[in-house]
């Protein structure tokens, strides 16, 4: 038999009562709601006061680089508030969850996998090379890249992307 703590009309304090289904159900909502709501930081202190440890380095066992990787291309979601990444408990779960997984996603899902990404950057597009090509021929090579692995897609646009995003912001420091 379960039980629960409940308010007693006729006694100060809470009793301990049998639960019902409905208590139990309820309950276990609540807790859920709880968790998913807390939030992470990308942070060498915890939080005082909580519960439960609210680094995010923690939580994922990752080092701090490679989280901000994984926030920089979307792989997990987080917000930046004055500088500081924020992920909520829901946002871990999508993260961890295979299912959701990039490496088990099909190529041309928007999505960038790290492992290939270092693929595209240290066999067919490194970066010294990139940032020396003209623009022309750095589509005409990520077409070609494409052509060869198209399981490179997302990755050899995301390479593309960035450094035309770059060179925009070179542009207009320098104007």
């Known amino acids: 038999m379960m039980t629960a703590l409940a308010l007693s ?3 100060p304090g809470f009793d301990l009562i049998p639960a019902t289904e409905q208590h139990a159900s309820m309950l276990d909502r609540i807790a859920k709601e709880e968790v998913l709501g ?3 930081y990308l942070s060498d202190k915890m939080t005082p006061g909580l519960d439960y440890d609210d680094r995010l380095q923690k939580r994922l066992k990752l080092s701090k ?3 901000k990787k994984y926030v920089s291309i ?3 979601k987080a917000a930046v508030v004055d500088g ?3 992920v909520s408990e829901e ?3 999508q993260f961890a969850n295979p299912a959701y997984c990039v490496n088990s996603l099909p190529h041309l899902t928007g999505r960038v996998n790290l492992s290939q990404l270092t693929e595209v950057e240290t066999k067919h597009l490194p970066p010294h ?3 020396l090509a003209p623009e022309a021929e750095l589509h005409r090579r990520a077409h070609e890249i494409v052509q060869e692995e198209p399981e490179l897609a997302d990755e050899t646009r995301f390479v593309v992307q960035k450094e035309l995003h ?3 912001s070179k542009k207009k420091i320098n104007a």
Do not use: D
């Open 9 to 11: 009309a006729s006694s």
């Open 38 to 40: 807390r939030l992470f």
């Open 65 to 67: 680089n490679t989280i």
């Open 74 to 76: 979307g792989r997990l």
């Open 84 to 86: 500081k990444i924020i």
């Open 91 to 93: 946002a871990i779960r």
């Open 129 to 131: 090379a990139v940032q």
């Open 166 to 168: 770059r060179r925009t």
